[in-house]
């Protein structure tokens, strides 16, 4: 039986967030078909219909869960920006190590990502939520591979950023998957060399780390 939380006052915008979460946790632990209305309510502490006060359907909820997943994921991402060098290459650098690093590289994320890949396949609405967080995190990474000292036309940086993405997507999933199949630091150095040698130009060289890499 899942734990049920104590009941307290919360403001809308706190319950509501409660019940993404819950949904989130219950996913994580016994996949999409684990996430029921009364499992989640049960989860967060409230009345079934309760639920019905903040989401029109389950399927509302699921896709508000599946958004907040990904967005948190490219937030965790941005986050170091906030005390990076100047230098764009730096920056750029610094985005895109810890994209494959702890928080973002995290079994449990790959687990809930993996259970909400057929909604996203069956159900348009989720599609258009996977797509709008996916450009995010896409378009976060073409602004600083344009911010890069080079030119290079729109066209090309578009196509640079869904290459970098690939190369990302790829040792997130491997890095949180196998962690115990590089030695530590090794996804980094591995997608600073992938990354500068799609963009032509030295990552690693500039990378200075806010933390324990992977």
């Known amino acids: 039986m899942s734990e049920r939380r104590p009941y307290r006052r919360e403001t809308e915008e706190r319950r509501r967030e409660d019940l993404i979460l819950a949904a989130l946790d219950l996913v994580a632990s016994g996949g999409v078909q684990a996430?029921?209305?009364r499992a989640i309510a049960d989860r967060a502490g409230v009345t079934p219909g309760l639920i019905r006060h903040y989401f029109q359907t389950k399927e509302d909820l699921t896709r508000a869960?599946?958004?907040?997943?990904?967005?948190?994921m490219t937030t965790d991402s941005a986050a170091v920006l906030d005390d990076a060098p100047t230098d764009p290459r730096a920056r750029l650098a610094r985005f895109v190590a810890a994209s494959v690093s702890p928080p973002v590289v995290d079994i449990t994320s790959v687990g809930l990502w993996a259970g909400f890949v057929h909604d996203v396949q069956r159900d348009v609405a989720m599609r258009e939520v996977h797509n709008a967080t996916y450009l995010a995190f896409r378009d976060k990474l073409q602004e600083l591979i344009a911010a890069l000292p080079r030119t290079a036309p729109v066209a090309q940086l578009r196509r640079e950023a869904i290459a970098c993405n690939a190369v990302i997507d790829?040792?997130?999933?491997?890095?949180?998957?196998?962690p115990e199949g590089f030695e530590p630091g090794e996804i980094v150095e591995i997608v600073l060399s992938s990354v500068g040698a799609i963009l032509g130009v030295d990552l690693a060289s500039t990378y200075t780390p806010d933390r324990t890499p992977a």
């Open 65 to 72: 869960a599946y958004h907040r997943l990904m967005q948190q």
């Open 35 to 37: 996430a029921t209305v």
């Open 170 to 178: 790829g040792l997130w999933l491997e890095g949180s998957i196998l």
